[in-house]
């Protein structure tokens, strides 16, 4: 399944000019994060080893139809889908589909969390680990740089005001609810505080 759904992100990275902020490097860290929470959970939330591959699959496709870079989300998905079709039953898939359209921070802020039943945490675990790998404020100058063609110090600039003001509040927003990801959270918030970004 996994290598499936890197084939997918290789494809649709060239084929909608998605840059290296939301690429490859990005579902690997997602994905690795996600791992992360679920062996976290797994104890106390069984149901999680079930819903495994639908994790898994979100974490690695969970922007390929972001709309900063695909126009028709519904045209996207259906080719994921299509990618997909022999790992996924139709159901399983649209849980992948549910998970993927709702994690963005924008919105989870404007419409807050959606109700996904017995997927309540496989959703959240994808969220929290996209909001884990955001603390990494170069994926934001590269975002920057690449698709606003910013110059770097302005990327830089940019990059710093939006972390400030939305990255290093995750915490005090409440937006981890797993144990593993609030301890994580916490480690990366200092790292990030540490970088010369905001000496």
């Known amino acids: 399944m996994q290598n499936q759904a890197y084939k997918c992100v290789v494809e649709f990275t ?20 996600a ?12 149901q999680l080893e079930r819903q495994r591959d639908i994790i898994l699959a979100s974490a690695i496709l969970h922007d390929m139809c ?10 996207a998905i259906a080719e994921m ?22 994690i963005s921070y924008s919105k989870v802020k404007k419409n807050g969390y959606p109700d996904l039943g017995e997927y309540q945490l496989a959703y959240h675990t ?10 990494d404020i170069d994926r934001c100058v590269i975002y920057g740089m690449a698709v606003d063609k910013l110059p770097y110090t302005m990327a ?18 409440g937006l981890f609810v797993t144990a593993w990801s609030q301890t994580k959270s916490l480690e990366l918030h200092n790292w990030a505080l540490s970088r010369s970004f905001f000496k």
């Open 156 to 173: 830089v600039e940019r990059a710093t005001v939006l972390f400030a003001g939305r990255v290093l509040k995750y915490r005090d927003d």
């Open 14 to 33: 060239r084929k909608y000019n998605i840059d290296e902020s939301h690429s490859i490097k990005h579902s690997m860290e997602v994905m690795r994060f």
């Open 66 to 75: 972001d709309h900063k870079y695909v126009s028709d989300e519904a045209g």
């Open 35 to 46: 791992e992360n929470i679920l062996d976290s959970e797994f104890h106390a939330n069984p």
């Open 81 to 102: 889908r299509e990618y997909m079709k022999d790992f996924f039953t139709g159901a399983d898939f649209d849980v992948v589909v549910s998970i993927i359209t709702t």
């Open 126 to 135: 994808v969220r929290e680990a996209d909001l884990l790998a955001a603390y």
